[in-house]
């Protein structure tokens, strides 16, 4: 078999304006019901700004760029279905396991598919206490490889923000804030940490994108995001709640990939919600975000 079965990426270099969609936020990074309807939600989203979306996962050891509803559902309910990265993606292939793609992953068969343009919600990054644990996440080592747009509140609140910005500088990544110039944090609108690129509209990161790759990089452009203001949780008011899940996943030895729904989880019950509802939000706009740079590509090509 060969590694990726190419009967099942559709539209390849296709002229219709997509949007890929990652699964790993539908499988592990939200809870039951939320997870099913975030993933409508987002698909949507892209479908409102004009764009198609492709949600991908494995299905049964079958890549997948464009599930149907009802894989997705099944994404969101089963119980085996494995976090995919980078390291782990053939094997679930070879032994036929269903997965969800992450960050590292989703850009993967989106380059492939020839879909310039991804949505998520937070990267992975620089975990806290990298130094000790070496937890790096592997869509920096992702987002350095594969040449799409891939479209975010920034990283996660739960990682070492200024580490995850100077592997990122060090990789080659533009980060270009789209209507900032901070680091979006994930849960707040800011971090404190200054960007020395900025977009305003669709359009320009379009131009700045182009430009990139144009020099013959192949590298991702991260466009961060900030969460809509009225779902924002300042930093000051999620600071302890991060921090405490950070001692409880210490304590719990919680390691590898099962670090980032952990936290997560934790700190959307401690928040009553409040960082769940963040989380929601913010994937809702960054994937109207990254449906309107679809468009912004396709009209440069006319
Ligand atoms: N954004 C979210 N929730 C998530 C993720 C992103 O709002 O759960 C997922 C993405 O799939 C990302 C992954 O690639 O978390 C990072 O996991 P790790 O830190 O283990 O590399
Ligand atoms: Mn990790």
Redesign the pocket.
Known sequence: MSPTNQSAIRNPQSAIPQVAL?S??IA??LPSPHNLETARACENAVRESGATPATIGIVAGQPVIGLSQKQIEEIANRADVVKV?LANLGAVIAQRRWGAT???SSLYFAAKAGIRVFA?????GVHRGASDSFDI???LTALARFPVVTVCAGA?AILDLPKTLEVLETLGVPVVGYQTDELPAFYSRSSGLRLDLRADSPEEVAAIAASHWQLGFTTSVLVVAPIPAEAEVPAEEIRHEIESALIAATEQNITG?S???FL?SRIAAKTEGRALRA?IAL?ENNARIAGQIAIAFSKQEQ
């Not at 998520?120 to 992975?124: F, M, Q, V």
């Open positions: 990652e790993t936020v592990h990074g990265n992450t960050v590292a998520t919600g937070g990267i992975g996440s592997a869509d996660k990939k670090v980032t729904p997560l989380n994937l």
